[in-house]
T-cell receptor, first 117, second 110 residues
């Protein structure tokens, strides 16, 4: 069954609005969650690492003021795309490790397809 | 060398064929590796983990060559349902992050 739940699965919004995406770990606590973005025909690119109780770590080139990450509990991380523009249209996917250790794989949410008109 | 590199394909094979994909990586310190499968417009799903020299699960075999820094995925007796993009994933950034290859597209045909 699903290990990580993501909501909503699809969003269509107008340019300039903000969109919040939720990522929940099911049946386990995730002190760290990862947010990826995937453009058509491209690979997944890590945007940021969400850390419970502290600031997120952003990858180079990702604007922290545009992509707000909040990891307020051990089972929930949120990504808010602020003032969305058409170029932000993409597939956003969160992930987490159910087991401790760098050797354990990531489990992904079902993704959120964002379309900004 | 890129952190993770894959042949994008597509690989078009007939049903029942055996097909292999290679993936090269640059970080010699990486200890574990993963193959994920991604269907069109869906999230990636874990296919196999590779920690030592290799791993086998049914029709799927993953092998690791540390000396040459590549991992391979072999699919035997291909099924139509195997059609997907196969992503090679390698730990980077001290191991906490996972870097994805661009993926290899497989199309299994009748």
């Amino acid at each position: 069954g699903a290990v990580v739940s993501q909501h909503p699965s699809r969003v269509i919004c107008k340019s300039g609005t903000s969109v919040k995406i939720e990522c929940r770990s099911l049946d386990f606590q995730a002190t760290t969650m990862f947010w990826y973005r995937q453009f058509p025909k491209q690979s997944l690119m890590l945007m940021a690492t969400s850390n419970e109780g502290s600031k997120a770590t952003y990858e180079q080139g990702v604007e922290k003021d545009k992509f707000l990450i909040n990891h307020a509990s051990l089972t929930l991380s949120t990504l808010t795309v602020t003032s969305a523009h058409p170029e932000d249209s993409s597939f956003y996917i969160c992930s987490a490790r159910r087991d401790r250790g760098h050797n354990s794989p990531l489990h992904f949410g079902n993704g959120t397809r964002l379309t900004v008109t | 060398r890129k952190e993770v590199e894959q042949d994008p394909g597509p690989f078009n094979v007939p049903e029942g064929a055996t097909v292999a994909f290679n993936c090269t990586y640059s970080n010699s310190a990486s200890q574990s590796f993963f193959w994920y499968r991604q269907d069109c417009r869906k999230e990636p799903k874990l296919l196999m983990s590779v920690y030592s020299s290799g791993n086998e699960d049914g029709r799927f075999t993953a092998q690791l060559n540390r000396a040459s820094q590549y991992i391979s995925l072999l699919i035997r007796d291909s099924k139509l349902s195997d059609s997907a993009t196969y992503l090679c994933v390698v730990p980077t950034g001290g191991g906490n992050k996972l870097t994805f290859g661009t993926g290899t597209q497989l199309k299994v045909e009748l």
